[in-house]
């Protein structure tokens, strides 16, 4: 059997940790339209699609705060690390959506209501995801197989909204379509002439092919950790900046030509251990800036420092760098002067991609510029 387990409110749990205090005045907002709000911004009025002045206007207390793709993509990553304890078998489909395999329902059910998740079980990743949509926050639903049939009679179709946008379920409610029974009985030709690709990718959803590749093993993101022990007293924080500045270039050395887009700063005490983790504005290999955000982030770590045990420095989410053709044209002259001649005779028509970091959607990921001669 195969779990689906949805992250509701993904892009507010991503901007929770940035934005402390406004866990129910938070609106997030893309390109002037809202995405996501709390519980209290919902109860005023705002929904997903509204403008944002007009979520503004119903709810004046409101914390608007821009959805970070990059934060989004982080949470998952750290829900499916959690993940990782119960179970190797995970593969990340969407940010908000993981499959998982090999687990009990009995070992996965404390860790999907300690993280609030939305989990349901079936026989294909298609049918999982089809019944953790119907689960409730915190819940994780197994149909009873003696009541398969009753479970999808009375499935409500208005449930796949999330997936396929509310236009279309509620052209299928007027005509009567408002189960997944229902549903189910309507031909790829029907759904294609009625929706097109979306009546195609519907169809798909109800009538999963008969074989499914087997969810893979989950790797977990690469990490490089430095840590130091401290035998005597702190007496004063300052006392802890040459060694967090130690950690740091004994992390860099072993981090080589890649970078890392996340830091966590922990200090362990006697009694505990608090961390702080800060996802950077770009991935980064070092320099000033990364040093200045340790510093910040010193207070916050280690407010008592006498108290600090040991110090551990953590660089996540490690990447290479992006690809480039500098060290081709300096190695090879013959080629610059190629491109520099097709330049001149030609010009605007060469062209070079460029990638465009943290892009929402994939055709904005790329973009060409003309090469300069």
Not at 119 to 133: F, H, K, Y
Not at 195 to 211: D, I, K, T
Not at 254 to 261: I, M, P, Y
Request: a positive charge; charged letters at 20%; aromatic letters at 6%.
């Amino acid at each position: 059997m195969i779990t689906c387990l949805l992250i509701p409110h993904l892009s507010l749990r991503a901007l929770f940790e940035t934005q402390p205090g406004t866990h129910d005045r938070l609106v997030v907002i893309h390109r002037g339209g809202v995405v996501d709000a709390a519980r209290k911004a919902r109860l005023s009025g705002v929904v997903a699609g509204m403008a944002a002045t007009r979520a503004q206007s119903l709810f004046p207390s409101a914390c608007l705060a821009l959805r970070d793709v990059a934060r989004e993509r982080h949470y998952s990553e750290k829900v499916a690390a959690a993940l990782y304890k119960c179970t190797p078998r995970i593969a990340v489909a969407t940010p908000d959506r993981l499959f998982a395999a090999d687990v009990s329902t009995a070992e996965l059910r404390p860790f999907v209501y300690a993280q609030g998740l939305k989990a349901g079980v079936g026989a294909t990743r298609n049918e999982a995801l089809l019944v953790a949509l119907r689960a409730a926050s915190g819940y994780l639903l197994a149909p009873d197989v003696r009541a398969e049939a009753d479970f999808w009679s009375r499935y409500p179709a208005g449930l796949l909204a999330s997936l396929f946008g509310r236009d279309i379920m509620e052209r299928l409610d007027l005509l009567g379509f408002s189960t997944l029974a229902a549903l189910r009985r309507l031909t790829l030709r029907h759904l294609r002439v009625q929706f097109g690709s979306e009546g195609e990718r519907l169809y798909r959803l109800l009538h999963p092919p008969l074989y499914e590749p087997p969810i893979p093993l989950f790797r977990p993101p690469a990490c490089i950790a430095a840590s130091c022990d401290f035998d005597e007293t702190i007496p004063t924080r300052e006392a802890l900046a040459p060694a967090v500045q130690l950690l740091l270039g004994h992390a860099l050395a072993q981090l080589g030509e890649r970078r890392f887009r996340r830091l966590t700063l922990e200090a362990a005490t006697r009694a505990d251990r608090h961390a702080v983790p800060v996802l950077l504005r770009a991935p980064s290999a070092g320099g000033p800036y990364v040093w200045r955000v340790l510093s910040d982030l010193l207070p916050r770590v280690a407010p008592v420092p006498h108290d600090v045990t040991r110090l551990t420095l953590s660089l996540e989410e490690l990447g290479a760098p992006e690809g480039t053709q500098g060290a081709l044209f300096k190695c090879n002259a013959l080629a610059l002067r190629a491109v520099r001649q097709v330049h001149l005779r030609y010009p605007g028509a060469m062209l070079t991609a460029c990638t465009v970091p943290h892009a929402l959607l994939p055709e904005e990921r790329t973009r060409f510029e003309v090469i300069a001669a």
